[in-house]
T-cell receptor, first 112, second 115 residues
Framework: KAGVTQTPRYLIKTRGQQVTLSCSPI?????VSWYQQTPGQGLQFLFE???????NKGNFPGRFSGRQFSNSRSEMNVSTLELGDSALYLC???????????FGAGTRLSVL | GENVEQHPSTLSVQEGDSAVIKCTYS??????FPWYKQELGKRPQLIID?????GEKKDQRIAVTLNKTAKHFSLHITETQPEDSAVYFC??????????????FGAGTQVVVTP
């Protein structure tokens, strides 16, 4: 069974631009969560989707948004990029009846 | 909301010694506590988890203990090996049949096992 797939793996953007990251969960998984990982802040929760509905949201500004499609694939969007948005963005999927989250390899975003 | 504190931030141990990482959580309703290991350049992977209805769980050289009264839980690694070198994250979450809270992570512990 294929693991969690995130695309693209690397992105370079400039301040003010917007970016869309994609996450394909493990087949059969209906929950997708997004995290921002930076060296100083660890893993910060962004949001979680289940069956196309946002179930939980972290403490990030409205520039960060996401959605989930009917096939459980998820996207997150960051508008008006700032230098501080440079980070590794990780996606994790889980089955509805299991708590275990399986992580993707992440998308490394660099904002110049 | 839930807040998880993790200590120490770095831990150096000699191969064969034990390593202990401690986490405290703020929300007494949290009932699920996983531990993730992230090797350099790789994705976090679950190594062990515990639910609030048990006090201890073991899996070979790793074990996790939970003290609900004090709201803290710990990861114990015995007979450490160089391949145990990684960043370890604890996390806490409220899980019910119909809903779940967000998974809140600690800041991570960099474990270095020296031969």
């Amino acid at each position: 069974k294929a693991g969690v797939t995130q695309t693209p793996r690397y992105l370079i953007k400039t301040r003010g631009q917007q970016v869309t990251l994609s996450c394909s969960p493990i087949s059969g998984h209906r929950s997708v969560s997004w995290y921002q990982q930076t060296p100083g802040q660890g893993l910060q929760f962004l949001f979680e989707y289940f069956s196309e509905t946002q179930r939980n949201k972290g403490n990030f500004p409205g520039r960060f948004s996401g959605r989930q499609f009917s096939n459980s694939r998820s996207e997150m969007n960051v508008s008006t990029l700032e230098l501080g948005d440079s980070a590794l963005y990780l996606c994790a999927s889980s089955r509805t009846e299991k708590n275990i989250q399986y992580f993707g390899a992440g998308t490394r975003l660099s904002v110049l | 909301g839930e807040n998880v504190e993790q200590h120490p931030s770095t831990l150096s141990v000699q191969e064969g010694d034990s390593a202990v990482i401690k986490c405290t959580y703020s929300d007494s309703a949290s009932n699920y506590f996983p531990w993730y290991k992230q090797e350099l350049g790789k994705r976090p992977q679950l190594i062990i988890d515990i639910r609030s209805n048990v006090g201890e769980k073991k899996d070979q050289r790793i074990a996790v203990t939970l003290n609900k009264t004090a709201k803290h839980f710990s990861l114990h690694i015995t007979e450490t090996q160089p391949e145990d070198s990684a960043v370890y994250f604890c996390a806490a979450r409220l899980m019910t049949t119909d809903s779940w809270g967000k998974l809140q992570f600690g800041a991570g512990t960099q474990v270095v096992v020296t031969p």
